[in-house]
């Protein structure tokens, strides 16, 4: 019976949660810090958020053909239709399949001069440490990596390894844009590593800044 419903969810989910989403973010305020800084930088930009906070960028950036990357997994597949319905573009693909494939094919629309929605210490964590992928795609690309932290008050916080948070209805929120941070191509592993810990360290400081702003 798990099996079937697992097997049947991401036909039945979607639409429901997609409306569900709709409706509960039109009571939702957002605001912005940094966002027209950020979205003047020129060429390809990466908006870097934690994984669990990704559902005030579907509402801002709902319709502006943002791209972000969604795994190959069952419940990859019902995030897959509720984000193109906001008006993403999607590369399918994560860390265990298809994960070569969708980062080529990022740093090909960054390299086009694309903006992508990115969770760095996605799909699977641990939470709150940047992945290597997104490193790699800033260095291939040349792309901009642009830390941002997320926050709702008040919100509901799951059970899950990211606690995933959902505003309460008439939720005040705010997403806070950092400054860009570069992957020089001919950089070293050690300069790689430097500026990976640099980016972490932006994304806790942003996330506390907008946790403490609402």
Known sequence: MKQHWRNVRPYILPLP???LVRLLGATVRIRTEGWEKTEALPG???LAGWHGRTFLAALLF????VWTIISQSKDGDMQDVIFRRFGFKTIRGSTGRGGMKAAIESIRVLKEGATMAFTP???RGPSGVVQEGIMLMARKSGAAIVPVGVAAKPCWLAGTWD?????KPFARGIMVFGDPIYV????????????RLHFEQEMHRLQALAEESV
Do not use: N
């Not at 606690?163 to 505003?167: A, F, H, K």
């Open 17 to 19: 949660i997609y409306w």
């Open 44 to 46: 390809g930009k990466m």
């Open 62 to 65: 709902r319709g502006k053909g």
């Open 121 to 123: 210490d996605g799909p």
């Open 163 to 167: 606690r995933y948070m959902v505003p």
């Open 184 to 195: 020089p191509s001919g950089s070293t592993p050690e300069e790689q590593e430097a500026i």
